[in-house]
């Protein structure tokens, strides 16, 4: 399976400041997800992030506050906007793997708002 | 959409049992079935999947089982050890998602010696 890296691991930010995660995937993979993982909690996808367009977003989450970018097929950025701290949580992306449904995750960045 | 709920929230077992732990889901469509267990502070792993088109798949300890009629599949760990301990999440593929997995609440698992 792909290697997948995030950067930053974690984050100690302040409310109404922003926070860019990176994912970075040591090969090129068609789909790329943006989850948002609270404590003690499952996991909920927030976008689908799409290579050359607009990303996909869920129910309940919008592009104003989680702003994504996919400029190629092996880097996606999730922006956190505006935080607050109800935004504290792990958040995780994923990526396709050869099997297309199956997905395989980054290793999380933990972010803790103030 | 797709819901998908998971059964027990917490299971404890005695070292050398088998756990069971149980996944509805709500779209009949729905074909592509995923495990992952996920260790506190590490990212969720794959550790086996199945599709609409078989019933039963097993890897060493691990087996998973779907019936499509009833719209539920199960996780079954033999000889269970302490390193199974965990939190579990099954997940399933809505219709029309692009991929997407709708994931169920998990459950933590306790294997205890």
């Known amino acids: 399976s792909a290697v997948i890296s995030q950067k930053p691991s974690r984050d100690i930010c302040q409310r109404g400041t922003s926070l860019t995660i990176q994912c970075q995937v040591d090969s090129q993979v068609t789909m790329m997800f943006w989850y948002r993982q609270q404590p003690g909690q499952s996991l909920t996808l927030i976008a689908t992030?799409?290579?050359?367009?607009?990303?996909?977003?869920e129910s309940g989450f919008v592009i104003d506050k989680f702003p994504i970018s996919r400029p190629n097929l092996t880097f996606s950025t999730l922006t956190v906007s505006n935080m607050s701290p109800e935004d504290s949580s792990i958040y995780l992306c994923s990526v396709d793997g050869t099997g297309q449904e199956t997905q395989y995750f980054g290793p999380g960045t933990r972010l803790l708002v103030l | 959409g797709e819901n998908v709920e998971q059964h027990p929230s917490t299971l404890s077992v005695q070292e050398g049992d088998s756990a069971v732990i149980k996944c509805t889901y709500s779209d009949s469509a729905s074909n592509y079935f995923p495990w992952y267990k996920q260790e506190l502070g590490k990212r969720p792993q794959l550790i086996i999947d199945?599709?609409?088109?078989?019933g039963e798949k097993k890897d060493q300890r691990i087996a998973v089982t779907l019936n499509k009629t009833a719209k539920h599949f199960s996780l079954h760990i033999t000889e269970t050890q302490p390193e199974d301990s965990a939190v579990y999440f099954c997940a399933a593929n809505p219709t029309g998602g692009g991929n997407k997995l709708t994931f169920g609440t998990g459950t933590q698992l306790k294997v205890e010696l």
């Open positions: 992030a799409n290579q050359g367009s607009e990303a996909t977003y």
């Open positions: 199945i599709r609409s088109n078989v």
